[in-house]
C-alpha cells in the first residue's frame, strides 16, 4: 500500500499534445519529489521541492514542467514531448528532517507517441 | 555524492540469509547509509537507513563498518517475494529539508525455490 497516489498509472500521448501527472499525498510531508525511470535503469531525478518551492533541477529540458500548487501536491506537466521520454515517471515525498526516507507512488506510465 | 559500487545480480534460495555488499569509497563524514527495494513496475521502498556500526529493523538488518567504507544489507531468510532490485544510496541528508537521493544500477536479487 502506497500513501503517494500518482494519477493517472497510464498516458498516451502525442508529441503535440500537452498533458500533466498529478502526485498526492497527505502525510504532511514538506518535500516531494519527481523521477523518471526507463525500462531497466535506477530511478533519475528530476526535480526536488522543499516547502512548495522548487529546490532542485537537474538540468530537465523545459518540456518537462513541475508545479507544487500546495503542501499534498505535485504536479508535472508536458508539453511537445519526444518518444525517448516515454518513461515510468515517479513521484515521492519525504518527512523534513529524514530526507533520505522517501515514500514513492506506484508511477505513471508514459508512453509518447 | 559518493559513488557506490554493488554486484550487478546476485541468486539465493528461499530460507537463505542474504548478504548485499556496497562500496562507497569516497563516503563523507556527514553521509548517510540507505538502502532501497524496488519490484517491477513499482516505485522503490525505503528499506533502511544507517551512519554507523550495526541498524536493525523488522526488514532487514545495516552492518555498517568502522571506515564506513562500503556496507552490507542482510535479509533474513528470504523468500520469492525478496525478488527485486536492492540499491544502496550514500549522500548527507541527515540533516535538512530534502535530500538529492541518486540511485546507482542497484543489485537484482532473484530468490530460486
Known amino acids: 500500500d502506497t500513501e503517494v497516489t500518482q494519477t493517472p498509472k497510464h498516458l498516451v500521448m502525442g508529441m503535440t499534445n500537452k498533458k500533466s501527472l498529478k502526485c498526492e499525498q497527505h502525510m504532511g510531508h514538506r518535500a516531494m519529489y519527481w523521477y523518471k525511470q526507463k525500462a531497466k535503469k535506477p530511478p533519475e531525478l528530476m526535480f526536488v521541492y522543499s516547502y512548495e518551492k522548487l529546490s532542485i533541477n537537474e538540468s530537465v529540458p523545459s518540456r518537462f514542467s513541475p508545479e507544487c500548487p500546495n503542501s499534498s501536491l505535485l504536479n508535472l506537466h508536458l508539453h511537445a514531448l519526444q518518444p525517448e521520454d516515454s518513461a515510468l515517471y515517479l513521484c515521492a515525498s519525504s518527512p523534513i528532517g529524514r530526507p533520505g526516507e522517501l515514500f514513492f507512488g506506484e508511477g505513471s506510465r508514459l508512453t509518447v507517441l | ?113
Open chain 2, 1 to 113: 555524492l559518493a559513488k557506490t559500487t554493488q554486484p550487478i545480480s546476485m541468486d539465493s534460495y528461499e530460507g537463505q540469509e542474504v548478504n548485499i555488499t556496497c562500496s562507497h569509497n569516497n563516503i563523507a563524514t556527514n553521509d548517510y547509509i540507505t538502502w532501497y527495494q524496488q519490484f517491477p513496475s513499482q516505485g522503490p521502498r525505503f528499506i533502511i537507513q544507517g551512519y554507523k556500526t550495526k541498524v536493525t529493523n523488522e526488514v532487514a538488518s545495516l552492518f555498517i563498518p568502522a571506515d564506513r567504507k562500503s556496507s552490507t544489507l542482510s535479509l533474513p531468510r528470504v523468500s520469492l517475494s525478496d525478488t527485486a532490485v536492492y540499491y544502496c544510496l550514500v549522500g548527507d541528508w541527515g540533516s535538512g529539508n530534502t535530500g538529492k537521493l541518486i540511485f546507482g544500477q542497484g543489485t537484482t536479487l532473484q530468490v530460486k525455490p
